[in-house]
């Protein structure tokens, strides 16, 4: 069984994403709605809420636990991988929707034998807006560096946009915000 994990219900696009994917396969989808949004939390918060929650997922019977949530993938998966997974769950895998977005903006792959490939990218400029701790994390810019140098970085922190989004708020509360987001992002 594959889980999938995010801080809220964004995360179902996902899950139904690999369901067409890899029909017949069993899921089980998880949703921290108690403790969302997770972008305004601290990183120490973050990776115990990221921990708990795909151990949960791991007592369901998953052997693979995507994280869906790019804050909980961008604060918490590196670490997770590193330090706790090998021991504790050595047989199983946590992946997160960080590494396909990095892939598909770079065109490169995640895994890379020998030197970066010298394919590059369409966009010079790649704009990003993600929760604060997201950006914080500083793991976009960082990431996308090391597979293409050459290209530019902007984020743009959308501190509040997330809870809109998941309590369903109108398009008149939301566009504000996404205008003022969008100038931060153009300013830059």
């Known amino acids: 069984m594959i889980g999938v994990f995010d801080s809220g219900h964004g995360g179902l696009t996902v899950l139904r994403a690999l369901k067409q994917r890899i029909a017949g396969h069993g899921f089980a989808y998880l949703g921290d709605h108690a403790h969302a949004p997770y972008g ?22 998953c052997r693979l636990v995507l994280l869906a949530c790019n804050t909980a993938a961008a604060v918490a998966l590196r670490r997770l991988q590193q330090d706790w997974l090998p021991g504790a769950y050595p ?5 997160g929707v960080f590494v396909p977005t990095i892939e598909a903006v ?3 792959p995640w895994q890379i034998e020998g030197p970066v490939p010298a394919v590059l990218p369409a ?8 929760t604060r701790r ?19 970085v902007v984020q743009q922190a959308c501190p509040g946009l997330v809870r ?7 398009a008149r509360a939301i566009a ?7 100038a931060g992002l153009l300013a830059q």
């Open 123 to 130: 966009a010079r400029l790649i704009g990003v807006f993600a």
């Open 176 to 182: 504000p915000l996404v205008e003022e987001f969008v």
């Open 106 to 108: 770079t065109n490169v």
């Open 91 to 95: 047989e199983r895998r946590v992946l």
């Open 40 to 61: 305004e939390r601290n990183p120490a918060e973050i990776y115990g809420l990221t921990v708990a929650n795909v151990e949960r997922l791991f007592g369901l019977g």
């Open 164 to 170: 809109h989004i998941e309590e369903n708020a109108p």
């Open 134 to 152: 997201t950006v914080e994390s500083g793991a976009y810019p960082r990431e996308i560096a090391r597979r293409a140098p050459q290209v530019r």
